[in-house]
């Protein structure tokens, strides 16, 4: 039996949780199974490296601190590799403390341990710096170590590129570390060990009432995921998908069961609505007085493509006159660059001036759950739901498995609590739902 075990950052934010996790590690080994660690960084490191970074840079620019805008990677410098570059070997370093660390409490505490960083177990990504893909990694180190008896501590979230640099997998990427090498591994299960003892109906910070989900499909995790639910990051959860690794998201502090994320023949509940997940990270944008004519919104949205902005929900109107309304929203953090993009595009000569407004006073709230496939008014409910609370939806879109409304960023809690109390996930008993 192999099993691969992921801590977080808060899991391993001082050395009495250092200790603490040892002492989990080993008591998994001596139940006799393989045991292969994945660590983030400790609590708080990675924005601080960031935040160095930065400030570094705005004192060169001489626009002040921004240090302040650390959790987002090279968002000012996106595109120049060359610092990409360095601000991925500075970032990659604050798993390498917590995987040596804990390296060492291990051996304090009697047992035989390893640590390795990226390179060490041959984990090659991509080239995209600051946000890598894994491609794969050679298992044979990890293997001999393993077999040697020792508990086998992997640095997460880095990789290295084909030219040999040290890549890193975006903010939370130790999950996708820990889920790949399972996959890989053929671990009998990935555990995620973290500050919260399971996947909630919604974020627990935001809602207390959330109530602990039991099992969840790949399918609902992905979008919760996608949707605002940091508690994974989305990839990993694509990898697990793929490889239909079992993954266990559950308490570093306790050993009570946690959620498992597993396929959906499966899982036995079924509820029509699952979670729901608020995405604060978004922006809008309004197009007025577009050319109604073939190849206009094509352009658009490949110059966006081509300034690497991922665009998530998009409206267009019906034509009036020849020219028609187009909104669409896209990251929060991408807002300046989508709009100078727009800026210098020329739509048609000869058209109008197209008038770009701008709002990133908004948020997304998502419900999502697989028994939507087969229950229709799912998407009226919600909408019933917010006209009771009086707020006002700025856009829709719906998948097979989930509906999402845009609305102004000041009622989004309100609209996450209504929704979260309507579809009946309060903890206690419940009303049904739909
Ligand atoms: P780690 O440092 O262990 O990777 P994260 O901070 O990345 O932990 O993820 C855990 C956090 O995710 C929780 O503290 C919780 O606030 C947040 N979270 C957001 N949505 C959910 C959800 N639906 N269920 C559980 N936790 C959630
Ligand atoms: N330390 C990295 C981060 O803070 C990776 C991780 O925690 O998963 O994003
Ligand atoms: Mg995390």
Not at 43 to 56: P, Q
Not at 59 to 68: F, I, L, P, T
Not at 254 to 269: A, F, H, M, R
Not at 401 to 416: D, F, N, P, Q, T
Request: glycine letters at 10%.
């Amino acid at each position: 039996m192999l099993i691969v075990q992921k801590f977080g950052g808060s899991s391993v934010a001082t050395l009495e949780r250092i200790r603490n996790v040892a002492e989990r590690a080993l008591a998994t080994q001596r139940a006799g199974q393989d045991v292969v660690v994945v660590v983030s960084a400790m609590a708080g490191e990675t924005n601080r490296l960031i935040g160095l970074a930065n400030a570094l840079a705005s004192e060169g620019e001489g626009q002040g601190d921004r240090a302040s805008k650390g959790p987002y990677l090279a968002s000012e410098r996106a595109g120049d590799r060359a610092h990409e570059r360095e601000l991925d070997q500075l970032v990659s370093t604050g798993e390498n403390v917590s995987a040596a660390l804990l390296a060492m409490a291990i051996q304090n505490a009697g047992g035989r341990a390893i640590s390795l960083v990226g390179h060490q177990i041959g984990l090659q990504t991509d080239g995209t710096y600051t946000n890598a893909r894994i491609l794969g990694f050679s298992h044979g180190r990890i293997r001999q170590e393993l077999t040697a008896g020792k508990v086998v501590v992997c640095a997460g979230f880095q990789g290295l590129n084909a030219a040999g640099n040290i890549t890193t997998l975006g903010r939370g990427g130790s999950d996708t570390s820990a889920v790949a090498l399972a996959a890989a591994l053929k671990a009998d299960a990935c555990e995620i060990l973290t500050d919260v003892d399971g996947v909630y109906t919604t974020d627990p910070r935001v809602e207390p009432r959330a109530r602990k989900i039991h099992r969840i499909t790949y399918e609902e995790m992905l979008e919760l995921a996608s949707l605002g639910a940091k508690v994974l990051q989305i990839r990993s959860v694509e990898f697990a998908m793929k490889f239909g690794v079992p993954v266990h998201v559950r308490s570093s502090l306790n050993d009570s069961e946690g959620t498992w994320i597993v396929s959906e023949q499966k899982s036995l509940e079924s509820a029509v609505v699952t979670g729901v997940a608020l995405d604060r990270n978004e922006a809008k944008v309004t197009l007025t007085n577009v050319p109604d004519v073939p190849g206009t919104i094509a352009s658009i949205f490949g110059a966006l493509a081509g300034a690497d902005i991922v665009v998530d929900m998009i409206i267009q109107n019906a034509s009036r006159g020849g020219s028609t309304d187009v909104t669409f929203t896209v990251p929060e953090n991408d807002l300046k660059k989508a709009v100078a993009g727009l800026r210098s595009l020329d739509l048609l000569p000869g058209a109008g001036p197209m008038e770009i407004l701008s709002d990133p006073d908004i948020c997304k709230i998502s419900i999502v759950g697989v028994g939507m496939r087969t229950h229709a008014g799912v998407a009226s409910k919600a909408f019933e739901i917010l006209a009771r609370e009086n707020i006002n939806i700025q856009m829709v879109s719906t998948s097979e498995i989930k509906v999402s409304v845009v609305v102004h960023e000041r009622y989004g809690e309100l609209a996450l609590r209504a929704l979260h109390a309507g579809f009946g996930l309060h903890e206690g008993p419940t009303s049904s739902a739909a």
